[in-house]
């Protein structure tokens, strides 16, 4: 089974290097850190994976909450995400596409990327874990993907328990972020279109 933990990258499934999670500014990492740990406790899984690259985590000065706990408790752990070079090969950004202000194609963008980019990333994921996903493990991804990477498991007749839906996730729905909001409420709602 494939138990998964939809997360705020940022707010909790990462850290600033040289910070430690005791600092109280890390006190959303350190509930996510017990999160995790009472996840493998009831649920022992094979493997910890998670939607990241170290190549990120190097790039953005990260530690990982979920590589940490791995070695803390002597499970294996994978990262999952596409390398940049990986990326590249397979004609994806490096995120969410961002846009000049005023850009007036800036939705159309929001939805290309979530219908074009977006399986190609879980279809990744999937291929990272291998044979492995027919064991216990424990995912942790952006708590975007939870209904559609759960929906891809499923057709491929994995069976799957989402754990937590958005840990660390504050509501980016309301905010400055209209086009991201459409665009995901259309993913949400029609579903990825099939990868050729």
């Excluded at 940022?10 to 850190?33: I, K, M, W």
């Excluded at 005023?102 to 990327?113: A, C, I, L, T, V």
Aim: aromatic share 10%.
């Amino acid at each position: 089974m494939v138990f998964l933990i939809g997360c705020d990258h940022v707010a909790a499934q990462t850290y600033p290097e040289g910070s430690e999670l005791d600092n109280p500014r890390n006190s959303t990492q350190r509930e996510f850190r017990e999160l995790l740990i009472r996840a493998i406790e009831k649920h022992h899984p094979f493997l910890i994976a998670e939607e990241y690259h170290p190549e990120f985590l190097k790039r953005r000065r990260q530690r990982s909450v979920a590589v940490e706990v791995a070695s803390e408790v002597n499970i294996s752990h994978r990262f999952c995400d596409p390398s940049l070079e990986d990326r590249e090969r397979l004609g994806i950004s490096d995120g969410p596409p961002c846009a000049p202000p005023g850009w007036d194609n800036r939705e159309k963008r929001m939805q290309e990327y979530f219908l074009c980019e977006w399986p190609i990333r879980e279809e990744f994921w999937i291929s990272q874990l291998g044979e492995d996903i027919h064991k216990n493990v424990l995912f942790v991804f952006g708590a975007g993907h939870r209904e559609t990477l759960r929906r891809r498991l499923e057709r491929r007749a994995i069976e799957v328990k989402i754990l937590e839906k958005r840990f660390g996730v504050s509501n980016i729905w309301d905010g400055d972020f209209p086009a991201y909001r459409a665009a995901y409420r259309e993913l949400r709602h029609n579903g990825f279109p099939p990868i050729s």
